[in-house]
């Protein structure tokens, strides 16, 4: 279970024989955020802000609030195509970057198949629906780079403290690296070839422990690239009836798939250095799992004018598997230093880990008012509570039943010192005019930290989501179109080193825009 940290620890390694607190966090950290959903819908829901509560008629509905399959009296059929982008601004060691990119995915597929409708009962009417939805799309992109003149503060000293700590001898540094297949049994033997771990004594038999570097002494030009990408998506099957005219109840049940994926580059080249041109590490980590959840909503007609609604959405039980590669590399600047590979993978059979996943319980509660019964538009808003206390982690991998135990005690004390359960609060309103639609909305999303993380206060985790959108339809045939921006700030470690002055920090002001067109025929 060899992994990259995603905030505090971005590099590290792990073994499932000495699991610790560090591992502990992370997985936490993993469960958050698989867990973290700002937005999903359709464009029309999206450009209201995400309000799912209380609002029916959309196929939005089939993963937000089912029971508002309910007002549907035709069929609808309908995609929506997604592009994320984003422009962050990273300050490292006191540099300034920007980092942008894009990506173009799926957002939502549904077909919604509307029954009959017959006021001779009291249940007037029925509908079923199927979609595929998005519920989390994890692109990301981080660059950031900057000069450290901290001596002390290098990759290659997380090396040597490792080497250094674990009293690992030359001899069992030696036989842990073949050369031959570019690969090591662990990442201190792979930096040992790489001589990035330098014994003091260079005599015939060399020192063993403690060992220097080269280059030491020398300011050093860092960079660091993470991307990220994957989404956390689910097929959600839903049935509602209306009673009344009054009151519309649905469920749903829903197969989730967690894909997700990231890169970590980080290179360092001593400025001025006579050993090496440049060294670093490259981290690969890619997730995959299956689960399933199932909701239950209402919705209630108080007058013409107003409706209220409720959804509750159980956690999401999943099954994961993770595989976590690590590559060494180096190029030498003295000629006399014969290197006999550039590159090595570290292929240690811990890097593969399979564990469960137990996502927070959602509830959320909202209103909707028309304007002039609905001929004009409409204002709606929602608060949503996320239970972030309740995620849980476990494992069977270990083959001493203790390891397990600990494993999933261990997540569950950091998620709960971690994280706190939060209200989501969500605004919109819709102005119609003709088959014309317009639409805004604004979400809060409180940060969910009851820490400070990576020289970053918890307050400043908070995020701010602002939308906005337009759309056409008409008996046949609609088109909406919704742009969403989202803004927050973040961070992370590239390494870590025992002194806090050592350990360099990355702050990141994450901006991301996504536009979404959402097109549909009635049948």
Do not use: C
């Not at 038999?205 to 994957?230: C, E, H, I, M, V």
Request: net charge neutral.
């Amino acid at each position: 279970m060899n992994k990259q940290f995603s905030l505090s620890v971005a590099l590290v390694l792990l073994s499932p024989l000495a699991f610790g607190q560090g591992a502990a966090f992370d997985y936490a950290d993993d469960a958050f955020r698989y867990s973290d959903f700002t937005q999903t819908g359709t464009a029309r829901f999206r450009a209201l802000g995400g309000n799912h509560a209380a609002l029916g008629g959309d196929a939005s509905n089939l993963f937000g609030n089912a029971a508002g399959l309910a007002f549907y009296n035709r069929s609808e059929l309908s995609i929506s195509p997604t592009y994320t982008s984003v422009n962050n601004q990273n300050s490292f060691l006191g540099q300034q970057t920007n980092s942008t990119g894009g990506k173009l995915s799926i957002g939502q597929l549904s077909l919604v198949l509307a029954g009959r409708s017959d006021n001779n009962r009291r249940w007037r009417r029925t509908a079923f629906g199927i979609s595929f939805s998005q519920s989390a799309n994890f692109y990301n992109y981080t660059d950031a780079r900057g000069l450290n003149n901290n001596p002390n503060s290098s990759i290659a000293q997380t090396y040597i403290n490792a080497a250094n700590n674990a009293q690992y001898s030359e001899q069992e540094l030696s036989n842990a690296f073949y050369p031959g297949d570019r690969s090591a049994d662990f990442r201190e033997a792979a930096a040992y070839g790489l001589f990035l771990i330098n014994p003091t004594d260079l005599g015939t038999n060399g020192s063993g422990p403690p060992y220097t570097r080269f280059d030491a002494t020398k300011q050093k030009d860092q960079r660091a690239t993470l991307t990220r990408s994957g989404a956390h998506s689910q097929w959600s099957i839903s049935y509602a009836g209306n009673l009344d005219d009054k009151l519309y109840i649905g469920g749903s049940i829903a197969l989730t798939r967690l894909k997700y994926s990231s890169e970590y580059n980080f290179l360092e080249s001593p400025v001025g250095g006579v050993t090496f041109s440049n060294y670093g590490q490259t981290n690969t980590f890619n997730v995959t799992g299956n689960g399933i959840n199932a909701s239950l909503g209402l919705m209630y007609r108080l007058s013409p004018q107003l409706q209220v609604g409720a959804t509750v959405v159980t956690p999401t039980f999943s099954s994961a598997n993770e595989v976590f590669g690590q590559t060494l590399t180096a190029v030498a600047k003295d000629p006399n230093l014969q290197l006999k590979t550039n590159s090595v993978d570290v292929l240690d059979p811990s890097n593969n880990f399979e564990y469960s996943l137990q996502t927070p319980l959602r509830a959320s509660g909202g209103a909707t008012y028309f304007l002039g019964s609905g001929k004009i538009g409409f204002i709606t808003a929602t608060a949503e509570y996320v239970g972030y206390q309740g995620m849980r982690v476990r494992t069977s991998s270990f083959t001493n039943q203790q390891d397990n135990v600990d494993f999933k005690n261990d997540v569950t004390g950091f998620v709960k010192e971690t994280y706190q359960n939060v209200v989501n609060v969500r605004a919109g309103a819709e102005i119609r005019a003709g088959l014309l639609r317009l639409r805004a909305g604004v979400a809060y999303l409180p940060s969910a930290y009851k820490i400070d993380l990576d020289r970053v206060a918890k307050s400043d985790r908070d995020r701010i989501q602002l939308s906005a959108g337009l759309g056409v339809r008409n008996e046949r045939f609609f088109a909406d179109l919704a742009g969403t921006y989202l803004t927050y700030k973040s961070g992370f470690t590239p390494f870590e080193l025992p002194n806090a002055v050592d350990t360099p920090t990355i702050a990141t002001t994450n901006r991301s825009t996504s536009v979404m067109l959402s097109v549909g025929v009635f049948f």
